[in-house]
């Protein structure tokens, strides 16, 4: 009697757990479709980092612009001239220029304001008082070009000059302004405000597409051919099945976003604080997917269910400013905790930081355990077995 060879072992959690992963990862790399729309969201917050850098460009150089004295464009000579550089100027800089004869050619770009003040002219021939033209110019900015046209209107009745004035006010020639940041600069990021609303609304796509839609597109699709129940009546367990589809989709998640905020905020990249926000973000996503995949009987179902939910949340949101009911139904939703502490700590830091970001934390740890909760039952009653 020959000694038959041992059974072969059951491999271990952590060795099942590694397969279930490897699996997951098999199915990413036959759909190159969603690395694809990974890397869309990546680029996209690479757009929004270089457009963000163009509008601080655009803020400095207007920034600059307001610092630029007005000019006073005067004959050379002229007496008024040395009367306005003789007494207290204006609250706001002035240079004075003597030119024979004003250029529009010769202003520098940018400029603020000015004023050309042209010589007298004898008309005593004609029997009439000597005249003075003065013409104010503005750019953008008007209001600095109508303080320099008071200033120099009363320093022109302080010098009791008998003579009639005629003045007018102009813009610049064409050309002289700045030129406008072009794209998504009309959003303004040169504002930290912005940059942190586009900044989050980038981070919750990304998690909603890995974390939600890719979930609920492999799970139901494993669901509706049975490859999720044979995995489940496997020594695997449908416990352990559940927990690698979320380690799996957390960790691509989290992948995406350490990408994202390397572009916009890498100083956010060692704070505990978000990648925790993150992460229960993540797993209130996926336990929404979990859910919808259990109660969805085929792949296109579950996938029109997780879209009509988006949906659903941004109807919440743009109703819960004008119906009290929608914005307490909003603050049930874990969404609503996660945007608001991204939003925080993404955002220049202010003495209300702080209350956010912990009222945000707070939210998530009162609104993601209960779905946690149900995904778990829901999944282990139905989601795993054949529709």
Known sequence: MSAGLPPPRPPGALGALAVLLGKELLRLRRNPAALMAVGLLVLMSVLVSLETRSGQAQQRAEARSARLPCWIVHPPGDAFAAYLQRHAGPRLPVEFVARDQPQASAYPRGLPCAAEIGPVQDRQAQGLKPLRRIVFRHGEDRARSEQLARWV???????????????????????????????????????????????????????????????????AHERERGIAQAVALSPVGPGLTLLAKFIFHLGLAAAACALMLAVLAPRLLGSGLLWGMLLLMGLGLSAVATLVV???????????????????????????????????????????????????????????????????????????????????????RRGWRQA
């Open 294 to 380: 259990s109660f969805s009987r085929s792949q296109t179902a579950a996938s029109l269910v997780g879209f009509c939910y988006l949906m659903t949340v941004g109807a919440v949101f743009a109703l819960s400013g004008s119906f009290p009911a929608f914005q307490g139904l909003r603050l049930l939703m874990f969404e609503h905790h996660a945007l608001q502490g991204l939003n925080a700590l993404l955002s220049p830091r202010g003495p209300e930081t702080a209350l956010r970001v912990i009222e945000g934390l707070l939210g998530l740890g009162l609104t993601v355990p209960p779905l946690l909760l149900a995904a778990a039952l829901a999944w282990s």
């Open 153 to 219: 209107l009363s320093g022109l009745a302080a010098q009791a000059l008998d003579a009639n004035v005629e003045q007018g006010l102009q813009p610049f020639p064409a050309g002289h302004a700045l030129p406008p940041p072009g794209g998504l600069a009309k959003l303004d990021l040169g504002s930290g405000q912005t940059r942190a609303l586009v900044g989050t609304m980038l981070l919750y796509s990304a998690q909603f597409f890995v974390a939600c839609a890719l979930f609920i597109s492999f799970a």
